[in-house]
């Protein structure tokens, strides 16, 4: 991911949500060096890869990074079926 166009909405998204002290550079060295250990999780439909690292995920197509967020989801429990019980 060395060669990776940051585009102006993950940088803004960055710093809205994670590093609002940050100037819009530092923001995108900071993003380069958080990619470079984030860690590859799946791909999206539409061909976008989302990459994580802890509570950042990074989403990633055609050489750009697209956009930056942090789940806001609960993981959902096991829930017994109650069709089939006995």
């Known amino acids: 991911m060395r060669d990776l166009l940051i585009t102006a909405h993950a940088i803004t998204r960055?710093?809205?949500?994670?590093?609002?002290?940050?100037s819009w550079n530092?923001?995108?060295?900071?993003?380069r060096k958080l990619l470079c250990r984030a860690r590859f999780l799946r791909v999206q439909?539409?061909?976008?890869?989302?990459y994580g690292?802890?509570?950042?995920?990074f989403l990633v197509c055609s050489g750009?990074?697209?956009t930056v967020y942090r789940p806001t989801y609960r993981?959902?429990?096991?829930?017994?079926?109650?069709?089939?019980s006995t």
């Open 26 to 31: 530092a923001a995108q060295v900071r993003l």
């Open 45 to 50: 439909p539409g061909g976008g890869r989302l």
């Open 64 to 66: 750009m990074l697209l």
């Open 75 to 84: 993981q959902a429990e096991a829930v017994d079926d109650l069709w089939f």
């Open 53 to 57: 690292l802890g509570q950042m995920r």
């Open 14 to 22: 960055f710093l809205e949500r994670f590093a609002g002290n940050l």
